[in-house]
């Protein structure tokens, strides 16, 4: 998606940088735009840098207006971010006065709109802001509400622009569309883990996280909050995301999935996790002194397995995929890990093929219910990823509804 990112005269205007570089990372792209006033707190150049695209400043600057820039814009972005908005960007936005680019360019877009306030206390607090502010709202103007803190000028209060993350992901809100996983909060693992035994040397295997990836990047589309935690790997991913979690091991994805599977309506397990790690890795790097090597491995945590006694014995809890990367007796084997792991879904896959499972474009999977099985045909991962998620929503569907 597109963004523009307003940027406009206040203290916290270098704050905006972080957003662009949040922005980016979840694979948006950022053209900044800078009232004048703004330009004396950050130098264009620091955003032109991050955003790698020219920074609309002057309206009036020769060669500017060549394609009537303001309403090039307009039409382009998918959203304007207004990042720190002064009560003076307010005040225009609210009365329609149009006399610098960004103002211009906010009466010009029918783009959503998202601002975040930063200013001092008094003035947040002044009627005449409270009326601007209304006014916006009742447009459909969404707000980043300011936080409490130190404001620049020594006062505690609110005023104090919101952290980028909170900005990030207000846009990530705002752009997620309406979709039948609309107000479920959703987690999915990809990619593989690595397990050390020296400080340069790991054990891992051929999981590219695309399977993952495919997964999430379809929970969004369909309107979902996704959070991605992913292991190492080299291909990029999806924007559009609520979290992207980036761990190594199997006990740090562990770690990572418990603490947000108490929030979630569905987890999706398509991580391949390591089975087993070096019981103590090496301090130093190994030198080798032998002809042979032996090292002494241990089991890591079930991570699955763990979800799903944890949902026993609570009586509740988020709707449970596993993936079952099997190379023979593919449908069995799935099978009993769907009993074993207390899972509602196994998406089973054998690996042993060529054009299947790791590290290609294309999936060949069964799909394992309590009430039964569905094979599907030789299939891209994101086509694979789009039936797993209308299974999971009819299995949804039939629980409680998602929460919202
Ligand atoms: N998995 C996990 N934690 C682990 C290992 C695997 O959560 N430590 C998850 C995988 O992400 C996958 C599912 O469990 O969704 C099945 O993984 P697999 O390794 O095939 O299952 P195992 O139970 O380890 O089966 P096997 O005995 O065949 O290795």
Redesign the pocket.
Known sequence: MLIGLGVTGGISAYKAVEVARGLQKRGHEVTAIMTAAATRFVGPVTFEAITRRPVVVDQFAPGANADIEHIALASSIDLLLVAPATANILAKMAHGIADDVLSTLYTATRAPVLVAPAMNTHMFSHPAVRANLDTLAARGVKFVEPGEGYLACGWIGKGRLAEPDEIVAAVERMLRPEGPLCGARIVV?AGPTYEDFDPVRYIGNRSSGRMGFAIAAEAARRGAAVTLIAGPTTVAVPGGLDEVIHVRS?QEM?RAVMERAANADIVV???????YTPIEPAAQKMAKTSDTLTLVLT???????D?GEARVTAGRGPLL??????TSDVVA?GRD?LR??HVDM?VANDVSRSDAGFDVATNLVTILTAEGQEALPLQSKDAVAANILTRVEHLMARQAPVAH
């Open positions: 693992t199997a562990h397990m398509a991580a391949a996790v390591a089975d089991r890591t945590p079930d991570i699955l397995g979800l995929v596993g993936f079952a990367a099997e084997r890990k074993r792991k196994i």
